[in-house]
């Protein structure tokens, strides 16, 4: 089951609240009321960013800003609202990639994906389509995958996670030690990046045992030959111990919390900026 999913059921309403729910949704989607916040990811030993997250946020006209646990069921529900909000965040947060590099602001960008979109909407399509839309390298965009997702239909993500990489973008797998997926089924798939959930990472300046269980998953990606994302970064002494055990980059409160687009290119203005994936200058045709 997805994190989706099981959010879906945790959060389940009573039918006429979730009719409501569900039509308010889909009238958030066609008045294009959601919008897109960014998360820096920085290079540990470095501290130079190397690219930020995109995360979606529900600019409501009643009720405000809406973080994403309140509506994420409901869509989770619905594939098609899933869909569409998975495709409006792609299309944004693309849009405001060609932004950036027409600042001449060079930043990579990372997409969550759910499991439901991966199964069942044309994903390969949508991503290449909107690529090419904003002439953006693929090797720019990383896709982020829950655990779960490697443990459903196995030979149907197989084959689109394998297209997906044939077009050129990177994939990794979040909340990493959250799920149930084999040290084999994980080898046999084309990943780029592993993201050790923050539940491993919030209590490593102080317990030991919590230092060992990040210690292993970051070494595990590194032997995979991925890049490791450590989650959830509140303090330096959890910095501090991310660095000493290896790990490649960091995100979270300590290095900047999510940012409105415009509060991004301000934060940005006083950050070294790291450098971009091999070939990511080069534009799709």
């Known amino acids: 089951m997805s994190a989706f999913a099981r959010l879906a059921r945790s959060f389940r309403l ?23 916040h960014y998360q820096p990811k920085v290079e540990i030993t470095g501290g130079q960013v190397m690219g930020v997250e995109a995360l979606v946020r529900w600019n409501h006209p009643q009720r405000g800003l809406i973080l994403p646990a309140e509506f994420l069921p ?20 693309l849009n405001d990639c060609a932004s950036w590099r027409d600042r001449g602001l060079e930043l990579s960008l990372a997409v969550n994906i759910a499991t439901e979109v991966l199964l069942e909407r044309p ?84 317990d030991t045992r919590d230092i060992g269980i990040a210690r292993h998953v970051i070494e595990l990606g590194l032997e995979l030959g991925m890049q490791v994302v450590a989650e959830g970064v509140e303090d330096k002494p959890t910095l501090e111990v991310l660095r000493s055990l290896g790990c490649t980059m960091a995100q979270g409160f300590y290095i900047s919390p999510p940012l409105a687009e415009d509060q991004l290119r301000r934060w940005l203005a006083s950050q070294p900026l790291g ?7 080069d534009s799709p045709s």
């Open 14 to 36: 009573t039918s006429p609240f979730r009719r409501a729910a569900t039509a308010d949704l889909k009238r958030g989607l066609t008045q294009r009321e959601f919008v897109v």
């Open 74 to 93: 409901t869509a989770a529900e619905a594939p098609s609202l899933l869909a569409e909000l998975t495709a409006q965040v792609l299309e944004t947060a």
């Open 123 to 206: 994903l390969i399509g949508l991503v290449e389509g909107a690529l090419r839309a904003n002439r953006i390298a693929p090797s720019w965009l990383t896709l982020e995958l829950t655990e779960g997702a490697l443990s459903e239909r196995e030979a149907e993500v197989t084959r689109t996670l394998k297209g997906l990489r044939g077009l050129g973008v990177s994939l990794s797998i979040d909340d990493f030690g959250t799920g149930h997926s084999s040290l084999a089924r994980v080898r046999a798939l084309p990943l780029n990046e592993l993201k050790v959930d923050r539940s491993f990472i919030a209590g490593i300046a102080n």
């Open 275 to 281: 450098p971009l994936p091999p070939s990511s200058r």
